[in-house]
């Protein structure tokens, strides 16, 4: 199975402060139709998941362009240009490539 | 608009058998897949399994011996049955039109 490894764990910003996200899969991610099935989630506190990014760097409907989404093969990037304090939250990498996999998260705090 | 909404019992006893139903509106089941995924309290998203648009069904292996996802499609429902349920079952259920749409999610609790 395809393990997906988010760093770090924790995050802690102020607001304003950009921050990346890391995510590194086990396998390569490159299906054989030439799309990265890989995107971004965040989660807030008693809220359903929603998605920021698919396929590696498409910003999902409404989602702020301050959110940008990077990367290949098996290794994949979140940035957040400019942290707000909506951003709190779990993050969540995923892909879609070999069945499903989620990344145990990143908690964004404020610092 | 596109919604989906999950229902269900909340407590289901040990080794007994959850059943759950997804209602989805604002698109069609035979135009579109359903999966679910499932967090237990505290902890991180799981996908569970999915109904695509054909009718047939992927099961996340570790849960394919218990699962069964089937649905109506006159009705817009989507439907979930996981036998022999564990306290580790216990989780929010999400239903989600991948990955744009989600449910708000109905908690499940095994216990006796």
């Known amino acids: 199975d395809v393990v997906l490894t988010q760093t770090p764990s924790i995050l802690s910003a102020t607001i304003g402060q950009s921050v990346s996200i890391s995510c590194r899969s086990s396998q390569s991610l490159l299906d054989s139709d030439g799309n990265t099935y890989l995107y971004w989630f965040l989660q807030r506190p008693g809220q359903s998941p929603q998605r920021l990014i698919y396929l590696v760097s498409n910003l999902g409907s409404g989602v702020p362009n301050r959110f940008s989404g990077s990367g290949s093969g098996t290794d994949f990037t979140l940035k957040i240009s400019g942290v707000e304090a909506e951003d709190l939250g779990v993050y969540y990498c995923?892909?879609?490539?070999?069945?499903?996999?989620f990344g145990a998260g990143t908690k964004l705090e404020l610092k | 608009q596109v919604q989906l909404k999950e229902s269900g019992p909340g407590l289901v006893q040990p080794s007994q058998t959850l059943s759950l139903t997804c209602t989805v509106s604002?698109?069609?089941?035979?135009?579109?897949?359903v999966h679910w995924v499932r967090q237990p309290p505290g902890k991180g998203l799981e996908w569970v399994g999915a109904?695509?648009?054909?009718?047939?069904?992927d099961y996340n292996s570790a849960l394919k011996s218990r699962l069964s996802i089937s649905r109506d499609t006159s009705k817009s429902q989507v439907f979930l049955k996981m036998n022999s349920l564990q306290t580790e079952d216990t989780a929010i259920y999400f239903c989600?039109?991948?990955?744009?749409?989600w449910g708000q999610g109905t908690l499940v609790t095994v216990s006796s």
């Open positions: 995923m892909q879609a490539t070999h069945a499903y996999t």
């Open positions: 989600t039109r991948f990955t744009a749409y």
């Open positions: 604002g698109f069609s089941l035979t135009s579109n897949s």
């Open positions: 109904i695509w648009s054909g009718g047939s069904t």
